[in-house]
């Protein structure tokens, strides 16, 4: 593997409560290179939460610790809010699930995209709107012009992620987290999302985080795969090599999928294992994590 | 079981109507599992608003067990028959609500006797014991929700049961046990289904017929063997059936 843009590891968030402490991300390790690197898992599973750390988005009382967070060769690790922000956005950037709830919705579209890129970029307006225009073809968006004097609602919701893609690329990050990028929107329209993501990754030579529950969507999209259970890593394997992962959370989480190709009375049911939550970590990738 | 003739729906007043279902027709037998796909806006779930009498904008023919519909007024015996799943199972249960007051008020709606002990059968019946009969929605995960709300559905003993997305908001592994229920359960009580569903799979594995809809019209009825072995006719059903087969990398 190249140089790794991020290292992460032994990464945890822990959040008080009223039974004690709870670890919503356990001990999560990993490096990012250039390279598309899927978090697959169930709602609960921590996936968000480890990308939300990474760009320090826990708010207390949560509270994140690490052995080492490092982008490039600076530490990013509970940086003060002012220093964090200069990363966010510039360095790191996320796309979420929902445009909806992501954009302004009393504010053009247009505008949205421009702030954001004076925000992190700098200078003119005319500039700014110019390199707005810019990455709305970049996404495809076919009519940019009209696209800009638009109010969030009056998009689709394909229409709405592009737009949400082109403003977090705008100042060029090293690394797109994008947390389920794709959930909110049908399947032909997550095609084109993709392709586009999938693009501007291979040309810009950025490293993506792609959190999805899609374990077959991971798996074609992605390079790599972590899959996690319960705060914790399971297993991570070559996005190729899924279908043959042995943990068995991963294979029940398989075989729990319909399948048009692959007609059965009853779906296998996943069976928990309390093991799961703390056997280590398999792996079969050279260098590990 | 359930005749749709020439189902038109709309909404607002020209020149902003807006025609989400257009000349829609198709029939479901007795018994029979039936699938609604599309992308959103394509009109799927709106037909069975219109069919529950959620919606009164429309026309055309809707006959349920033989018997025509009108407007929004459905009588008791229709509420008898048919029975609706919605989407969310965190909108659809009243959050302060517990699992017995939603199910006993249901059961008293359709003038049941016998309503502790139904309460009991219904819960069995979907797979929640006797534990989760006076819990808030808020102490349920998803899935168990999503079993009261089936619950719910039951409570009438109803023949036919409209499912909208029922597990789309559901994890993978939870899908798998909701839909391996609403299998038991049509075995178990005979019923028929109609499932809306943005998920191709998810339909090709609960269903036996389904219409595709894209802007409102009916594109294509198939079987799921001609889902399965690609006997689309329509372009739009491939290029649906391909993008939902993944993502190709180029």
Redesign the interface.
């Known amino acids: 593997m190249t140089t790794a843009l991020l290292s992460v590891q032994n990464l945890r968030v822990t959040f008080p409560t009223r039974q004690g402490a709870f670890q919503a991300v356990r001990g999560v390790s990993f490096d990012l290179g250039r390279e598309r690197l899927g978090v697959v898992g169930?709602?609960g599973s921590g996936k968000s939460m480890t990308g939300r750390a990474i760009l320090g988005l826990v708010r207390p009382p949560g509270r994140v610790t690490a052995d080492r967070l490092t982008l490039g060769d600076q530490s990013i690790l509970n940086l003060p809010e002012r220093q964090m922000r200069a990363i966010r956005g510039n360095r790191i950037s996320m796309v979420m699930q929902d445009p909806k709830f992501s954009l302004n919705p009393v504010m053009r579209i247009g505008d949205q995209i421009i702030e954001a890129y004076r925000l992190h970029a700098g200078g003119g307006r005319d500039a700014a709107r110019q390199k707005a225009l810019d990455m709305l073809r970049a996404v495809q968006i076919r009519d940019p012009e009209r696209v800009m004097g638009a109010y969030p609602h009056e998009v689709s919701?394909g229409m709405g992620q592009r737009i949400m893609i082109a403003m977090m690329l705008a100042p060029d990050p090293e690394i797109l987290i994008a947390d389920e990028p794709t959930s909110a929107l049908?399947?032909?329209?997550?095609?084109e999302v993709?392709?586009i993501m999938?693009g501007l990754v291979r040309d810009r030579g950025m490293g993506l985080i792609f959190i999805s529950?899609?374990?077959?969507?991971v798996a074609?999209?992605c390079d790599r795969v972590l899959i996690m259970y319960a705060g914790r890593v399971v297993e991570t394997l070559a996005a190729k090599d899924l279908h043959n992962a042995r943990h068995p959370y991963t294979q029940?989480?398989l075989n729990?999928?319909?399948?048009?190709?692959h007609?059965?009375e009853?779906?296998?049911?996943?069976q928990r294992q309390d093991s799961w939550r703390d056997v280590p970590l398999q792996t079969d990738l050279p260098g590990g994590l | 079981m359930l005749t749709v003739t020439d189902l038109n729906v709309w909404f607002g007043y020209p020149p902003d109507r807006v025609d989400a279902v257009k000349a829609a027709s198709f029939t479901v037998a007795q018994g029979e599992s039936f699938g609604l796909v599309g992308e959103s806006g394509s009109g799927k779930s709106t037909i069975l608003r219109a069919i529950t009498g959620l919606i009164d904008t429309w026309s055309g023919q809707i006959e349920v067990a033989g018997q025509a519909v009108a407007g929004r007024k459905r009588d008791r015996a229709f509420h008898k028959t048919v029975q609706m799943v919605f989407q969310d199972p965190y909108a659809s249960l009243h959050p302060r609500h517990s699992v017995d007051r939603v199910l006993s008020e249901t059961l008293k709606l359709q003038g049941m006797d016998d309503i502790d002990g139904r309460i009991s059968r219904l819960l069995n019946d979907v797979g929640l014991g006797k534990g989760f009969r006076f819990r808030y929605p808020h102490q349920l995960s998803g899935g168990q929700r999503q079993r009261v709300a089936i619950a719910r559905a039951l409570a009438a003993e109803p023949k036919l049961l409209l499912l909208d997305e029922p597990t789309s908001a559901l994890d993978v592994s939870v899908q798998a046990e909701i839909l391996n229920l609403l299998t038991d359960l049509r075995a178990e009580h005979g019923l028929t289904y109609v499932m809306v569903s943005h998920d191709l799979a998810v339909v090709g594995h609960m269903c036996d017929r389904l219409a595709v809809m894209r802007g409102g019209r009916i594109e294509e009825i198939m079987t799921v063997d001609q889902l399965r072995h690609a006997g689309a006719t329509q372009d739009y059903t491939r290029h649906l059936i391909a993008a939902s087969a993944g993502y190709e990398r180029s």
């Open positions: 169930e709602s919701g049908d399947v032909s329209v997550r095609t993709l392709n999938d529950h899609d374990l077959n969507l074609q999209f029940g989480l729990s999928l319909p399948r048009l190709d007609p059965v009853r779906l296998a049911v996943l």
